[in-house]
């Protein structure tokens, strides 16, 4: 998807380092997210829990609105970690709230616990790289407020 391996690795172990600032005392799953920007920059975010579960906020969101209150607003790749060995997805808010800041064709790294930089697809440790199109297909975004509407 056009992300140079270096720049990939090192979102990567910034979603692995986000991950180590998860407050997961109720779930114990941790998770943790990082968001590369257009200049090199990346942004960290580990999921929040509350006793409420309502209040609880996930990795995705909490880099995205660090990065968004921050002021940036463009993004080139999102990389989210769990502590299991499978390539875990965003949950459904999560997805739409990726959604509302970044590309269609932006790639998303669903990276597993135990990855490893050379695992093939379907091997131990793969990385799973998808675009936000396949993730949310058929998504609802901001333009989609702009369209002419029916009398």
Not at 42 to 62: F, L, P, V
Not at 99 to 113: D, Q, W
């Amino acid at each position: 998807m056009g992300l140079p391996v270096d720049q990939r690795e090192r979102l990567i172990e910034a979603a692995f380092s986000a991950r180590e600032g998860s407050y997961s005392p109720y779930s114990k799953f941790r998770v943790g997210a990082a968001l590369l920007t257009p200049d090199g920059q990346i942004i960290k975010g580990a999921n929040i829990e509350n006793a409420s579960y309502g209040g609880t906020i996930c990795a995705e969101r909490t880099a995205l609105v660090k990065a968004v209150s921050d002021g940036t607003r463009e993004f080139s790749a999102l990389a989210v970690v769990t502590d299991v060995a499978n390539a875990i997805s965003p949950c459904g808010i999560c997805r739409q709230f990726i959604r509302e800041f970044c590309s269609l064709s932006m790639p998303i790294f669903l990276v597993p616990a135990d990855y490893s930089a050379t695992a093939k697809t379907g091997e131990k440790g793969a990385l799973l790289e998808m675009t936000l199109d396949a993730l949310l297909p058929l998504s609802f975004g901001p333009e989609h407020l702009e369209l002419p509407r029916g009398e």
